[in-house]
């Protein structure tokens, strides 16, 4: 059965999902669906792990990271990026207004600018003040499923099967300044090929980088497997190279070329939020660790 259109994302976003599904529901493109989807979460200053309301790095600044790519494999992205709310609408531009993928730090600001993008304050006094709480002790730690686990990978297939999606975070909390995790690297935290499917990732992003995790995901539905099944399979490639430790989460989420969606992570805890013709769904992904 060929389901479509449908907008997926990581976590329990339903303003984001819902804010797609509008764009898909009247014949509206994939592309469109995922940046105007995921912009929701950028804007949302509860959400502190992207975009405005952001947590900042160990400096205090808050440096945010996203990407973008389509069904003809364009893509975007701007790295550890300040000042500009939307980096997925700037990584966007990058795609289609230079002859780059990826632009990083000042290069990528002054080219949001040069865009008619806002500079706007990113830090809220809410992310602030936890900041300098953290300060205090200034260990650098991750709480499974709640602290720096709010990124938001969006992934979306329209009327005409067009696959496309869409990534943005603000990174991990208090992380060195300039750190990059996966989100915004084509390949590790997203990845289209709009004859297979599409992928994403939330969490640790270190760990996905190391195995090129939605690459590698699409990679493995193009060998048959359902998207739940390669998502499956990229958690036990990364916990085979982590022998001694499991004290970090990874969500991964697919869809494949029939609207078919699947995620699975390594503790319990991750969920994906989708949206079809039947409406919203909240699914909770299966897990590595039970
Ligand atoms: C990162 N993968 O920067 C991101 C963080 C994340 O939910 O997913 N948070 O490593």
């Known amino acids: 059965k ?22 898909l529901k009247d014949g509206g493109n994939s592309l469109d669906a995922v940046e105007q989807g995921v912009m929701v979460e950028e804007a949302n200053v509860d959400n502190q792990t992207v975009g405005k309301g952001g947590r900042p790095d160990r400096d205090g600044n808050v440096t945010l990271d996203a ?19 939307h980096p997925v609408s700037v990584a966007r531009k990058v795609m289609e207004e230079t002859p780059h993928v990826m632009l990083a730090g000042k290069g990528a600001e002054k080219f949001a600018y040069e865009q008619g993008f806002k500079k706007e304050d990113l830090l809220t006094e809410k992310s602030k003040q936890q900041w300098l709480e953290w300060k205090k002790t200034s260990k650098y730690e991750t709480i499974i499923n709640i602290e720096n686990h709010d990124t938001i990978g969006m992934l979306a297939i329209d009327k005409n099967g067009d696959i496309a ?20 690297i084509i390949g590790a935290g997203l990845f289209i090929d709009n004859e297979i499917g599409g992928a994403t ?13 939605s690459f590698l995901i699409v990679e493995l539905m193009r060998q048959g497997k359902s998207p739940e099944e390669a998502c ?18 990874i969500g991964f989420l697919a869809i494949n070329k029939k609207g078919e969606t699947g995620g699975y992570c390594v503790h319990p805890g991750f969920t994906y939020s989708q949206y079809t013709e039947e409406g919203q769904i ?6 590595f660790m039970k």
């Open 165 to 184: 999606g869409a990534c943005t975070t603000s990174g991990m909390a208090y992380k060195f300044a300039g750190r990059v995790g996966d989100s915004p």
């Open 201 to 213: 990732a939330t969490g640790v992003g270190e760990e996905v980088v190391r195995t090129v995790g």
């Open 2 to 23: 060929i389901i479509r259109p449908v907008a997926v994302c990581t976590w329990n976003f339903h303003n984001a999902t819902a804010k797609a599904w509008e764009v």
């Open 67 to 85: 990407c973008i790519m389509d069904k003809d494999s364009n893509c975007g992205a701007v790295l550890c990026m300040q000042n500009i709310a």
């Open 282 to 287: 909240n699914h909770p992904a299966g897990s």
């Open 232 to 249: 499956k399979e990229g958690v036990r490639r990364i916990m085979e190279k982590n022998k001694d430790r499991d004290d970090f989460q």
